[in-house]
């Protein structure tokens, strides 16, 4: 694939996620990851909260990547938001994350999700992707970056 739109899931980008906190932000994209998985909403909650309680999953630079492996799912699945207000996920930098692009792959996949959570990674680590992200103006525009990510890169 030559962007990352095989990961999104239908409808599961949210251009401005009001959360109170970490824990909420995760469960509200769990629930918009629910609706195009077949996965049941708390399953999906659960696992990336326990594996952020192994560790944080801020990039750093505004951005976090919960993720985890889930036991039901046929192929990887992700959800994008901008958070407002930008919430603490522990990054190295101190930094809280307003980007957030949740992960969650089949449990019996691990090199899947791992080349998945690469994917992503090297999207949102350019401070170009970010500056875009943040001033899209609303879904259609994220999701076309979304759509180009990768293939802007090759150029």
Do not use: W, Y
């Amino acid at each position: 694939m030559h962007d990352l739109s095989d990961l999104v899931a239908p409808d599961a980008i949210v251009p401005r996620l009001a959360a109170t906190s970490r824990r909420q932000a995760i469960q509200l994209m769990a629930d918009a990851l629910a609706k195009s998985s077949g996965v049941d909403s708390r399953t999906l909650f659960e696992a990336v909260l326990m594996r952020e309680r192994l560790s944080g999953t801020g990039m750093g630079e505004g951005v976090a990547i919960p993720h985890a492996s889930v036991p039901g799912l046929k192929k990887a699945i992700g959800c994008f938001a901008r958070l407002e207000p930008a919430h603490d996920f522990d990054a190295m930098d101190a930094r809280p994350a307003d980007l957030v692009f949740m992960l969650v792959s089949p449990a019996d996949r691990n090199a899947d999700h791992l080349k998945a959570l690469a994917r992503v990674s090297r999207f949102l680590r350019k401070a170009e992707t970010r500056d875009k992200l943040r001033a899209a103006r609303g879904v259609d525009e994220l999701r076309a970056l979304i759509a180009g990510a990768v293939r802007s890169d090759a150029a």
